[in-house]
Nanobody
């Protein structure tokens, strides 16, 4: 059974930093591209960043480029995904979700992802 668990969301002041983590277990190790998404109240879920199986290809939404950094790690049983978020703005406030896709491509569209976590809340105050 695949499990996706996010952590690290907090309330911070604008200009601050946070590091989100995501632990994925139950997948065949190394076969999946992964991504971070976010959803603010009343809006659709949007892609924030993605990374391929090897980490060779990385993508970012324009709104977070140069502020957020995605990375991944893996051991024998668990894939771990990170999102370092710097220079946070109030408009970054949202529930952040981690997801994994069987596709080998780095994509920011939600429909390509097969496994999702429950999300972790990030709140940025001005």
């Amino acid at each position: 059974q695949v499990q996706v668990v996010e952590s690290g969301g907090e309330s911070v002041q604008a200009g601050g930093s946070l590091r989100l983590s995501c632990a994925v277990s139950g997948l065949t190790r190394g076969d999946y591209a992964m991504g971070w998404f976010r959803q603010a109240p009343g809006t659709e879920r949007e892609g924030v960043s993605c990374i391929t199986r090897t980490g060779a290809v990385i993508g970012y939404a324009d709104s977070v480029k140069d502020r957020f950094t995605i990375s991944r790690d893996s051991d024998q049983n668990t894939l771990t995904l990170f999102l370092q978020m710097n220079s946070l703005k109030p408009e970054d406030t949202a529930m952040y979700y981690c997801a994994a896709t069987r596709s080998t491509y780095c994509v920011l569209q939600t429909e390509f992802y097969d496994y999702w976590g429950q999300g972790t809340q990030v709140t940025v105050s001005s």
